[in-house]
T-cell receptor
């Protein structure tokens, strides 16, 4: 069965520091992978997606993610975090024959000035 | 282009009542999905519709139902509400091989 694990429930970083949010997935074939961000009381905003091809994916707001098949990982990175990046981040996997998304439990990012 | 619009934004209902939530997808998007978000269970898939047909259904009781109209607008209905149905209900639409665009959600509180 498909599943997504986000090992870090809560991460705190200083503004300007680098960030890496971890995501591991379980899926039999090549998955579709997504990162979404959610601000309090809001819906989910798509940061980036991976379907195939180049394993390093660039997204919005300066985020990038790298697909590593050997590690079943799709970690999200940002070189320098801004206070406005404080939010909850969700990794998701989608199957190729359905539009259903399986989400991880999310990582709450707190940014200190 | 307008985003995904969900109405109402907030709703308070009493146990045993029923509720209907509405979702208007991005113009031209034919695929619509619904998710339930709670602190305990996280984001869980409810339904997926494409061109008025339900293609997938999540592991929810029969009290949860949905439909999609010819203009791609979608509704979901929950009958005989329980306290545990309190959640943020998110609708999302997509077209082709793109990630879903989510609405801001409907916050349902059951008292």
């Amino acid at each position: 069965a498909q599943s997504v694990t986000q090992p870090d429930i809560h991460i705190t970083v200083s503004e300007g520091a680098s960030l890496e949010l971890r995501c591991n997935y379980s899926y039999g074939a090549t998955p579709y992978l997504f990162w979404y961000v959610q601000s309090p009381g809001q819906g989910l905003q798509l940061l980036l997606k991976y379907f195939s091809g180049d394993t390093l994916v660039q997204g919005i707001k300066g985020f990038e993610a790298e697909f590593k098949r050997s590690q079943s990982s799709f970690n999200l990175r940002k070189p320098s975090v801004h206070w406005s990046d404080a939010a909850e981040y969700f990794c998701a996997v989608g199957a190729q024959n359905t539009d259903k998304l399986i989400f991880g439990t999310g990582t709450r990012l707190q940014v200190f000035p | 282009k307008a985003g995904v619009t969900q109405t109402p934004r907030y709703l308070i209902k009493t146990r045993g009542q029923q509720v209907t939530l509405s979702c208007s997808p991005i113009s031209g998007h034919r695929s619509v999905s619904w998710y339930q978000q709670t602190p305990g269970q996280g984001l869980q898939f409810l339904f997926e519709y494409f061109s008025e047909t339900q293609r997938n259904k999540g592991n929810f009781p029969g009290r949860f139902s949905g439909r999609q109209f010819s203009n791609s607008r979608s509704e979901m209905n929950v009958s005989t509400l329980e306290l545990g149905d309190s959640a943020l209900y998110l609708c999302a639409s997509k077209e082709g091989r793109h990630g879903y665009t989510f609405g801001s959600g409907t916050r349902l509180t059951v008292v």
